[in-house]
């Protein structure tokens, strides 16, 4: 079982929907990531969150220390926003090196 | 401000080879991590340098080494290149190494080992 887990791991939806990508992890984590990678490859820092809810323009991340859970979620999503999205979460070791979800895969239909 | 810069973009090379990435942190961040993504594959962790010093390393070979100058940049090099080197390698800066600590990606630096 792999520490940091995500679904789906693809998903295609049509412009304007709302949209929802789940993390779990296993480990002990001070914080949890959300990245975005284009094609290009260049990850994007989206949010880091140790508690509660974060709003960036349309996108929202959630977390759930508890149930070790987090949630991305797209508003009236647009192709533009189709990307990559990756969780990552800080080991609570020495060296606090972020282990990675293996991404889901979003692609938004005009 | 300026970004986590890398270079080069692109660095093609052959079998048995060596390869020198380089990354430079935002300004003030004192820690560099560096992660492979191979073709299909997902990110690993590779090494961490802060404050001059590797901290930690992934489950890499020997064959993966760096260092970081006291200007806080960092330099991966990679030995005696293999094909299955071919990846995306990412670096990652951030201030200390409080895990709370957002790390801040460059833009990477894709190898092709031919």
């Known amino acids: 079982k792999n520490e940091v887990e995500q679904s789906p791991q693809n998903l295609t939806a049509q412009e304007g929907e709302f949209i929802t990508i789940n993390c779990s992890y296993s480990?002990?984590?001070?914080?949890l990531h959300w990245l975005q990678q284009h094609p290009g490859g260049g990850i994007v820092s989206l949010f880091m969150?140790?508690?509660g809810k974060k709003k960036h323009g349309r996108l929202i991340a959630t977390i759930n220390i508890q149930e070790k859970h987090s949630s991305l979620h797209i508003t009236a999503s647009h192709p533009r926003d189709s990307a990559v999205y990756i969780c990552a979460a800080p080991l609570m070791d020495s060296s606090y090196k972020l282990i990675f979800g293996s991404g889901t895969r979003l692609l938004v239909r005009p | 401000e300026a970004g986590v810069t890398q270079s080069p973009t692109h660095l093609i090379k052959t079998r048995g080879q060596q390869a020198t990435l380089r990354c430079s942190p935002i300004s003030g961040h004192t820690s560099v991590y560096w992660y492979q993504q191979a073709l299909g594959l997902g990110l690993q962790f590779l090494l961490w340098?802060?404050?001059?010093?590797?901290?930690n390393r992934g489950n890499f070979p020997p064959r993966f080494s760096g260092r970081q100058f006291p200007n806080y940049s960092s330099e991966l090099n990679v030995n005696a290149l293999e094909l299955e080197d071919s990846a995306l390698y990412l670096c990652?800066?951030?201030?200390?190494?409080?895990?709370?600590?957002?790390?801040?990606f460059g833009p990477g630096t894709r190898l092709t080992v031919l």
């Open positions: 340098y802060d404050e001059g010093e590797e901290r």
């Open positions: 969150l140790s508690s």
């Open positions: 990652a800066s951030s201030i200390g190494t409080s895990g709370i600590n957002e790390q801040f």
């Open positions: 480990v002990g984590i001070s914080a």
